[in-house]
């Protein structure tokens, strides 16, 4: 009842007034697009009523940051948080041209940035009945941050809010990959190739569902660059290796460095390619 | 008198051109160069082009009076662009289907919390979300325009046009689709 009292003394704060909003597009690390609102400032007038009126209504969550209409909790969770620099308001959906509501919010963690994990590896959380977003608080452990709709950014429990069913959560992070190292395939399966005889060369464990990038060396029996002093070709490179052609006898080595969209190293893989 | 002797010399340039251009009248008719029936002269077009006598002269004291006395509720509705007018349409999401007397509206396919209200300025009634404090969701005021108000002792019809720019049907442009939705007023009980 009290709640209620108070969301009506806030409803009333807002009218007669008009904002200019605007939709733009920010992005996810991953690139996936993601429709947001510019939003307009309320008065400092209603930002300390609402700071004043939520803090009173809920002692026991801890007053971090100003109200505003300019941001809200996913906006805070997925993007503020993240070193975006939009300030924006983030709906969970979005309507499509076809007038269909298709996920926005959701991009953040479906084959992007992050994934889903434990509460105990979580540092965003998700309320996906109470359509909330919050982080794990890096100064309190246990507790959350989160902004209340137009609200403030508060510290609470993780049950703790003005949000009906908050003990409904799914938990996500990003997981740092951990360092593969390993052997080439080569599609030529003697030991030895001939002169100007091609070959893939793969990594065949290196499959992700986004595409990684890699630097290469192909280096001779004296450690020098084969690719630049010609005697070796690349035909193809591939997310997972290259096909080299030689055009010189010797010994040479060849490796790969595999990095994810987001510049993070995934490992190593070598090859000692006899060229007779 | 040079006044008089222009305005004579620019009729006949007027009626030069007029006879010119009927003697094109025989040539093929560029279909991106059709355009739909439009509204005016005491008529509007309804679905499939029908055009139908409506009042487009109201009031937006008329309008408002229109809005505080009956209920209204979306009858059917149906496409245009700059070409082409649709039949009626069964399904149209997210958009209002009933104006309640208190000032509120809702819509389609929609979180039935989540209530909206308008507000009215000639002939442009904007709908907004009325917004909860906590709310995570947020969503543009979004214009109507009022094209006619038809108000009876037994009722009404009103018909308004919003927008749809980027929406997809048939092959209907995308940069001049619009919808048109008929209302129909129904008494309180009051």
Not at chain 2, 31 to 41: A, C, L, W
């Amino acid at each position: 009842m009290k709640q209620t009292i108070v969301i009506l003394l806030m409803l009333l704060v807002d009218i007669g007034f008009c904002y200019a909003d605007s939709i733009t597009t920010i992005y996810t690390r991953g690139g996936k697009p993601i429709e947001v609102i510019i939003r307009d400032e309320m008065s400092q007038e209603d930002i300390q009523f609402y700071n004043a009126a939520i803090c009173q209504e809920f002692s026991e969550a801890t007053f971090l940051a100003s109200s505003s209409r300019t941001y809200n909790c996913h906006s805070y969770a997925w993007n503020l948080t993240d070193g975006g620099t939009v300030v924006c308001w983030i709906n969970d959906s979005v309507k499509n041209q076809q007038n269909i509501k298709v996920p926005n919010l959701s991009k953040y963690w479906t084959n992007d940035y992050y994934e889903e994990t434990t509460s105990n590896n979580a540092s965003r959380i998700h309320y996906y009945l109470s359509n909330h977003s919050a982080v794990v608080s890096q100064t309190v452990p246990g507790m959350y941050e989160s902004k209340w709709g137009k609200g403030p950014v508060m510290r609470h429990a993780p049950g703790y809010g003005p949000y009906d069913y908050m003990n409904y959560r799914k938990y996500y992070a990003h997981i740092v990959p951990t360092p593969v190292y390993g052997t080439l395939q080569c599609s030529n399966i003697s030991n030895y190739i001939g002169v100007n005889v091609s070959a893939s060369y793969l990594a065949g464990e290196i499959a992700y569902s986004s595409m990684p990038y890699s630097n290469y060396t192909i280096t001779d029996n004296k450690g020098e660059d084969a690719v630049d002093n010609g005697k070796a070709v690349i035909n193809q490179t591939y997310y997972n290796g290259l096909n080299i052609t030689f055009t010189h006898t010797g010994i040479y080595e060849i490796a790969i460095s595999f990095y994810n969209q987001f510049n993070e190293y995934l490992g190593d893989y070598t090859y000692e390619q006899i060229v007779q | 008198m040079i006044a008089m002797r222009f305005h004579i010399f620019f009729l006949i340039i007027v009626l030069g051109l007029m006879m010119i251009s009927c003697g094109h009248s025989d040539e093929p008719v560029d279909p991106n160069e059709i355009t739909r029936v439009q509204d005016g002269n005491g008529k509007v077009f309804l679905e499939n082009g029908t055009l139908v006598d409506a009042n487009l002269d109201y009031t937006q004291s008329e309008l408002e009076q229109a809005l505080q006395q009956y209920e209204w509720e979306r009858e059917y509705c149906f496409f245009y662009d700059n070409h082409n007018i649709s039949s009626r349409v069964s399904e149209l999401r997210y958009m209002p289907i009933t104006i309640h007397t208190n000032g509120t509206i809702d819509i389609t396919d929609e979180y039935p919390l989540r209530q909206r209200e308008y507000t009215i300025k000639g002939k442009i009634l904007t709908m907004s979300l009325i917004e909860d404090v906590f709310s995570s969701y947020y969503e543009l005021p979004r214009d109507f325009v009022i094209v006619a108000l038809d108000i009876s002792e037994n009722g009404g019809r009103m018909i308004m046009d919003t927008n749809l720019k980027g929406y997809e049907y048939k092959n209907y442009d995308p940069n001049s689709m619009s919808t048109r939705m008929v209302w129909k007023a129904k008494m309180t009980d009051s």
